[in-house]
């Protein structure tokens, strides 16, 4: 398990294949795994395999250009209504997208996480692209493929952030 976390990259070049609709929903439901406060799972998703419709996100989210060789998306957005507290579901989320992105990575598939929340623009462009109601806040995007490229892992490991019983 630790070699996932450890081998697991932003990917941003993809093979002109398909994703299976097998591996597919395995992400999601690792996904739907993930901890969330009070068991609430106030994760929602739009799954995007349609090429018109990832060009539309390329065109709403600045920094998606790898989405012009993904074969996937997935929007990932949290559910104001069922939500712990105010606001806990974009920790619920991340946790959620975590989940997905270690799934995507033991499979062989790459994945990039793609920020929609917090910025209010972006996510008043997807809300309205997707037809979103209101209690729905978009959170992010999940780009997934075979990766096209490969990357080294970077030492990331820095004990000057660690800190025992006080600071």
């Not at 294949?17 to 068991?39: F, T, V």
């Not at 600045?62 to 997935?74: G, Q």
């Not at 989940?99 to 929609?116: D, E, R, T, V, Y």
Request: proline share 6%.
């Amino acid at each position: 398990m630790l070699d996932v976390i450890y081998d697991r990259r932003s990917i941003r070049k993809y093979q002109n294949k398909p994703i299976e609709d097998e591996k597919l929903n395995e992400i999601l439901r690792a996904g739907m795994y993930a901890p969330s406060g009070m068991n609430k799972q106030p994760w929602t998703f739009v799954v995007c395999t349609e090429r018109n419709t990832l060009d539309e996100v390329q065109k709403i989210h600045p920094y998606s250009s790898m989405l012009s060789s993904a074969p996937c998306c997935i929007i990932v957005c949290g559910d104001t209504k069922v939500q712990y507290t105010d606001g806990s579901y974009i920790q619920d989320c991340a946790a959620c997208v975590e989940n997905m992105l270690l799934a995507a990575c033991s499979m062989g598939l790459g994945s990039c996480w793609l920020g929609i929340y917090p910025d209010k623009s972006r996510q008043k462009d997807f809300r309205k692209l997707f037809n979103m109601p209101d209690y729905i806040e978009p959170f992010c995007v999940v780009a997934l493929g075979y990766p096209d490229e490969q990357k080294a892992m970077p030492n990331r490991f820095d004990k000057a952030k660690i800190h025992y019983e006080k600071w």
